[in-house]
């Protein structure tokens, strides 16, 4: 069956520090990808998608993500968290008329 | 450009009463998504329309939910006898009408908060 699977439900980082959230699919083909971003009370932006070609595509706010076709993953990261980064994220696949997103992780940032 | 409006943010309604939520999609954009989105979950798919037809309905959608485009520009979705599992984010989504990919590049409202006492 297709899923989309975000490991880690909740993360805290120090403001500064790296961050990488995780994101696994299991889809029969390739997928196209997305990370989103929500903060509380809001609706969805998108921070950055991957359709083809390089593996590593740059979004918006800093963040970049990397898709590995070995491991079925589309991670999420940013060299350095920002406070206002603080939000929930969630990944989507879509393929054939059908999109999926993880059940998101919720960032925190400590001062 | 405006992005994706919906009105109202906020909902409160009793149990068995009849709710309806406005979305107004960005204006060049011809497919309209609605989603739920449950507490600590990713949004789930309801609906889509392509310009006024839609062409798809999740198996979430009960008879209860009816979701219109009349006019191909701004959606309604009306959720009759609401239950208190109706309490949700109602969002909607919109994207242009080009082939894959980029037909999947979704951009989201605010969405709606419903909550049924």
């Known amino acids: 069956a297709q899923s989309v699977t975000q490991p880690d439900i909740h993360i805290t980082v120090s403001e500064g520090a790296s961050l990488e959230l995780r994101c696994n699919y299991s889809?029969?083909?390739?997928?196209?990808l997305f990370w989103y971003v929500q903060s509380p009370g809001q609706g969805l932006q998108l921070l950055l998608k991957?359709?083809?070609?390089?593996?590593l595509v740059q979004g918006i706010k800093g963040f970049e993500a990397e898709f590995k076709r070995s491991q079925s993953s589309f991670n999420l990261r940013k060299p350095s968290v920002h406070w206002s980064d603080a939000a929930e994220y969630f990944c989507?696949?879509?393929?054939?008329?059908?999109?999926?997103f993880g059940a998101g992780t919720r960032l925190t940032v400590k001062p | 450009d405006t992005g994706v409006s919906q009105n109202p943010r906020h909902k409160i309604t009793k149990r068995g009463q009849n709710v309806t939520f406005r979305c107004d999609p960005i204006?060049?954009?011809?497919?309209l998504y609605w989603y739920r989105q449950t507490l600590g979950q990713g949004p789930e798919f309801l609906t889509y329309?392509?310009?006024?037809?839609?062409?798809?309905k999740s198996r979430l959608l009960s008879d209860r939910f009816s979701a219109e485009r009349p006019k191909g520009s701004f959606s309604t979705l009306e959720i009759q006898r609401t239950e208190q599992g109706d309490s949700a984010m109602y969002l909607c989504?919109?994207?242009?009408?080009?082939?894959?990919?980029?037909?999947?590049?979704?951009?989201f409202g605010p969405g709606t908060r419903l909550t049924v006492t």
């Open positions: 989504a919109s994207s242009v009408m080009q082939g894959p990919p980029s037909s999947y590049e979704q951009y």
């Open positions: 889809y029969g083909a390739t997928p196209y």
């Open positions: 991957y359709f083809s070609g390089d593996t």
């Open positions: 989507a696949v879509a393929r054939n008329n059908d999109m999926r």
């Open positions: 204006s060049e954009h011809n497919r």
């Open positions: 329309f392509q310009n006024e037809a839609q062409l798809e």
